[in-house]
């Protein structure tokens, strides 16, 4: 999946800090809605940015192509934090997907952070049903899986 991403034309530009948020968090906000489902809340992806270094928020984006229209079609956020960094949000269209952009955005994303100096990742949870392909992906790169309890909602 990862050689018929970068098969595909197409151009990737790099965010940071609070210009990364403020370019997502109006994307996410739509595809959330568009999807049904509630994940990192922008107000935290917020919070990070004002309360970290500007290079601690970092955004790939994939754009169509190198023409004038540049439409981008999918992004990711990390957040880095020491020498570790986490992906926090993936965002996609349908042309995105088509071309497998994300595949191609988290792995530039991870060669992105360890020239930064991260030695460790977080590509966050596995969800064989909603999200088959990203966890595809996930297995994919060879990583340690790790379980935890889950979340909890104290009433």
């Not at 403020?22 to 509630?38: N, Q, S």
């Not at 994939?62 to 992906?87: I, K, M, N, Q, W």
């Not at 969800?127 to 009433?155: H, N």
């Amino acid at each position: 999946m990862l050689v018929n991403a970068e098969r595909n034309d197409g151009v990737i530009e790099t965010l940071s800090g609070m210009a990364a948020v403020d370019w997502l968090v109006p994307h996410y906000r739509r595809m959330m809605a568009e999807k049904g489902f509630t994940g990192v809340s922008p107000a935290l992806l917020y919070g990070l940015c004002r309360n970290g270094r500007r290079e601690d928020a970092l955004l790939l984006l994939r754009l169509r192509d190198a023409s004038a229209e540049r439409s981008p079609v999918a992004a990711v956020l990390f957040a880095r934090h020491g020498s570790a960094a986490t992906y926090l949000v993936g965002w996609n269209t349908e042309a995105g997907r088509k071309v497998r952009a994300n595949h191609l955005l988290l792995w530039q994303g991870m060669l992105e952070l360890r020239q930064r100096g991260c030695g460790w990742l977080d590509l966050g949870g596995i969800d064989d049903v909603s999200t088959p392909g990203v966890a595809s992906f996930k297995r994919g790169v060879k990583g340690q899986e790790y379980r935890l309890i889950g979340e909890c909602l104290a009433v």
